[in-house]
């Protein structure tokens, strides 16, 4: 079956980190769309234990921008979305942290649907405590990472994964 005929699977291969945006708005129902896919992700005992905080002001943009090397793309960005978990919620911390990358895979490929750019920061994480005081959330929700999003200044972007065959270590 061609990709293309296949929704989910053409996200899954379409979709490609996006670092550069437009200064177009990102619209409050897309962003909400986005968030919306994230949260149907799976989670352990469906206990759902990521949190979102949503960033569009230019001045929080600037100091979470000091806080990672990839400062032009947390400026740029038309919003952010820091992803975290929820210690609350939470009944098995690395099951947690699997169901939240599920959850910002969710909200990648939803982007990518919506025709908007996003990308997963990481690196970020190195600074997690400082990000939570910028933003003046309380030390139960741990940051996992954040979601730059925007509208596309490009779309050529090219990515490559390893073939199939060096990833299977056994068939049986
Ligand atoms: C856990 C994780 C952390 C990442 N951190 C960063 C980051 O800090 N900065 C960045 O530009 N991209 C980051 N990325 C994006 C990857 O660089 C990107 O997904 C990878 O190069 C494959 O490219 P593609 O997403 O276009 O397929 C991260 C991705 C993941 C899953």
Same mark, same amino acid.
């Given at each position: 079956m061609e990709s293309s005929d296949n929704p989910v699977l053409e996200a899954i291969y379409a979709r490609r980190s996006v670092r550069t945006y437009t200064d177009e708005p990102v619209a409050d129902e897309l962003l909400y769309e986005v968030l919306r896919a994230g949260s149907w992700a799976p989670s352990g005992l469906n206990n759902q234990p990521w949190r979102f905080a949503i960033v569009r002001d230019p001045s929080v943009k600037d100091e979470l921008a000091?806080? !990672? @090397?990839y400062a032009k793309i947390v400026r740029s960005a038309n919003v952010l979305v820091a992803v975290f978990l929820d210690e609350d919620s939470s009944y098995d911390v690395e099951k947690d942290r699997q169901g939240i990358g599920a959850c910002i895979q969710n909200m990648l490929l939803a982007a990518h649907s919506l025709g908007l750019g996003a990308v997963w920061l990481g690196e970020i994480l190195k600074n997690r405590d400082k990000v939570r005081e910028v933003l003046e959330l309380s030390p139960g929700l741990d940051l996992m990472a954040v979601v730059a999003l925007g509208h @596309?200044? @490009? !779309?050529d972007q090219t990515s490559s994964r390893r073939e199939l065959g060096e990833l299977i270590v056994k068939e049986c």
């Open positions: 000091g806080l !990672t @090397r @596309r200044a @490009r !779309t």
